[in-house]
């Protein structure tokens, strides 16, 4: 039995105002769907598979370089993220996941953690290792880079933290691990760009060596930040090589905010599918760098290109496709469920207009050098409110019709801020 951290009679109270209007919608949208071809509920049963994983980090209220102002009700340990998780996929059933992040979560008991897990009706998605800040009472610091630091001790201790994470996750039932490294430099000269490579390839070997057969390991690329000059791991070109180099068992995770403005994100991500090394996602938006906004709350129409892509290469059942969806995602002036939830919802919003999009016709107006009508059939598809498809496959699945206004109802930030005890603001920390 799952235990549920809102009542579900609340959940049923709410759903109960709004099932006429979402009948009539889910039917009239059904409909217009049917004229142009589409079953209505095939692309509802696809949403209802779908998920998306929470970031264990993104329940906390974030932090900018110059301060953090928590909201109420922050969870103290792993166990209260959870639960905040759990909240997320009770309501929104697209998020059955969660990934951690260590050691940012202090895992002591594994198997405490895993039966929690299990209790909320949550599994656990990619591990991710922390190499870019010193934990308390670590022998070498990171200042100067962890996986391709010059000091051999160094690298050996990442290499070590690394290994780690695979054993944790190995208990919990995770079957992959993301690597991101801020290694790089602040001043041209700091560093030699070939030996940092060299050195960085080097530890992940020993790192890939130690992943079990079932596994994957996913590199993160990234533009800038917290090197201002050069990042050892900095685009998906690099990326791509360090995947090649690895093995069959790496890939490439493609963090939408890691490029520069105006980069064509969804043709990265149709490059990686095309050489079988797209490993998957961080969700997030962006107006200037790693702003890790909202996913869709800037540009969510690259985020539907990002999804025309997966869905192209999921119809044509490209070699080897299997990405991991993850949200990474920093809060500092909302609620994180609400943030959270919202979040899920575009993303499966995006795949479903995706879904919807006629491939043939495109295929057709690209072969006959159509440009306007092809761009025509993809806007007809993004234009399309698929608001309902989405909802109906919430209610089906036991969540809510709209859940920020269930969450909200069922008064469970308050109930958690009176048993949380209120945690101080301050100076920067940026991740
Ligand atoms: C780096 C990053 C990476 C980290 C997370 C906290 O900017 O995207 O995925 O693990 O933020
Ligand atoms: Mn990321
Ligand atoms: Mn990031």
């Given at each position: 039995m799952t ?7 609340t ?27 589409i079953?209505?509920?095939?692309i ?7 998920g ?19 909201g109420k ?18 309501l ?8 951690l ?16 897990g299990?209790s ?38 990442a290499?070590e ?41 080097d ?5 890939y ?5 079932d ?62 090394k797209?490993?998957g ?18 540009d969510p ?21 299997e990405p991991?969806h ?8 909302t609620d ?74 069922s ?7 009176a ?13």
């Amino acid at each position: 039995m799952t235990t549920t951290m809102i009542s579900q009679a609340t959940v049923e109270a709410e759903n109960e105002s709004r099932l006429t209007a979402l009948r009539r919608d889910y039917e009239s949208l059904g409909e217009r769907l049917s004229r142009r071809g589409i079953a209505i509920d095939e692309i509802k049963r696809k949403v209802t598979a779908y998920g998306v994983a929470v970031p264990s980090w993104g329940v906390g209220t974030g932090g900018t370089r110059f301060a953090r102002f928590p909201g109420k009700g922050e969870p103290r340990n792993i166990f209260d993220k959870l639960e905040d998780c759990a909240v997320i996929q009770q309501l929104t059933r697209a998020t059955p996941t969660v990934s951690l992040h260590i050691p940012w979560d202090k895992v002591s008991d594994i198997s405490e953690l895993k039966e929690k897990g299990t209790s909320l009706g949550l599994g656990f998605d990619a591990m991710n290792s922390n190499t870019f800040s010193d934990a308390p009472g670590q022998e070498h610091s990171y200042k100067f880079g962890s996986l391709s630091h010059a000091d051999a001790a160094t690298r050996a201790q990442a290499v070590e933290h690394n290994l780690e994470c695979i054993e944790i996750g190995r208990q919990l039932g995770s079957k992959a691990l993301t690597v991101w490294v801020g290694d790089g430099s602040n001043f041209p000269g700091q560093s030699n760009f070939t030996r940092a490579f060299e050195r960085y390839l080097d530890a992940m070997k020993s790192v890939y060596a130690a992943l079990p057969d079932d596994w994957r390991v996913y590199t993160e690329h990234k533009m800038f930040e917290p090197a201002f000059y050069s990042t050892v791991v900095q685009d998906w070109g690099s990326n791509y090589l360090i995947a090649q180099e690895l093995g069959p068992k790496a890939f490439c995770l493609v963090d939408l905010g890691h490029h520069a403005p105006n980069v064509n994100i969804e043709m990265i991500v149709a490059r990686l599918i095309q050489f079988g090394k797209l490993g998957g996602f961080h969700f997030n938006d962006s107006k200037y760098g790693d702003d890790d906004l909202d996913t869709g709350s800037i540009d969510p129409y690259r985020l539907f290109l990002v999804f025309n892509e997966l869905v192209d290469a999921e119809t044509r059942k490209a070699k080897g496709f299997e990405p991991a969806h993850m949200l990474d995602q920093s809060h500092n002036v909302t609620d994180p469920i609400e943030s959270l939830m919202t979040s899920a919802t575009e993303v499966c919003r995006a795949y479903a207009q995706a879904l919807i999009v006629d491939r043939q016709a495109l295929a057709g107006y690209q072969d006959d050098n159509d440009a306007l009508m092809a761009s025509e059939t993809l806007k007809v598809a993004f234009r399309t409110d698929v608001e309902p498809i989405l909802a109906m496959a919430r209610l089906e699945s036991g969540g809510a019709i709209a859940p920020v206004a269930a969450y909200r109802k069922s008064g469970y930030r308050a109930k958690v801020a009176a048993e949380r005890p209120a945690v101080a603001g301050g100076g920067g920390g940026i991740v």
